[in-house]
């Protein structure tokens, strides 16, 4: 830092100028806003992974639920994968309570995912399972997070 002697006695310190002052703030804004939307995007996908696992979860505990019946020609055919039209009988309103249970339930109310399967065929029976959030924690609307299918069969 250099000082400038003045006839007064006074010395100045040499300090930043207004237009060095401006570029730099014209520098860091665009910076900041990039690093608040990654904050942004980071939190968005989160959820969103966060919604998909619970789906996965849901989806294989209801494709184990319907491999434990035995036999097999005793599960019903039917059932449909529509959420805005589910068959009855072949639909779950699923909610997982903090303790970390899974409930169900016919009517939405408040619960966040819709679970919906399919069995079709007779041996092996095609079973379809998905799962949907009833509000995406990206858009908002409901939006399928999780589809799967196997086949089970009474013989080996």
């Known amino acids: 830092m250099s000082t400038i002697n003045t006839d007064s006695g006074i010395s100045y310190g040499r300090g930043f100028t207004l237009i060095e002052t401006m570029i730099a703030t014209a520098i860091m804004v665009p910076a900041l806003v990039s690093v608040a939307s990654i904050f942004a995007y980071s939190s968005r996908t989160n959820l969103l ?3 998909r696992t619970i789906a996965a979860l849901l989806g294989a505990s209801k ?8 036999p097999i020609r005793e599960l019903t055919p039917g059932g449909g994968l529509d959420a805005a039209n589910p068959t009855a009988g072949f639909f ?16 939405a109310g408040s619960s966040p995912y819709l ?37 089970l069969t009474d013989g080996f």
Do not use: C, H, K
């Open 63 to 70: 494709i184990e639920d319907l491999r434990s019946v035995t």
């Open 115 to 151: 679970r919906l399967w399919q069995v079709s065929g007779t041996d092996p029976r095609l079973i379809t399972v998905a799962v949907y959030a009833m509000r995406s924690g990206v858009t908002g609307n409901r939006v399928e997070l999780f589809r799967a299918a196997t086949s």
């Open 92 to 107: 779950e309103y699923v909610e997982i309570t903090p303790s970390g249970t899974i409930t169900t339930g016919a009517t």
């Open 49 to 51: 992974t966060e919604q």
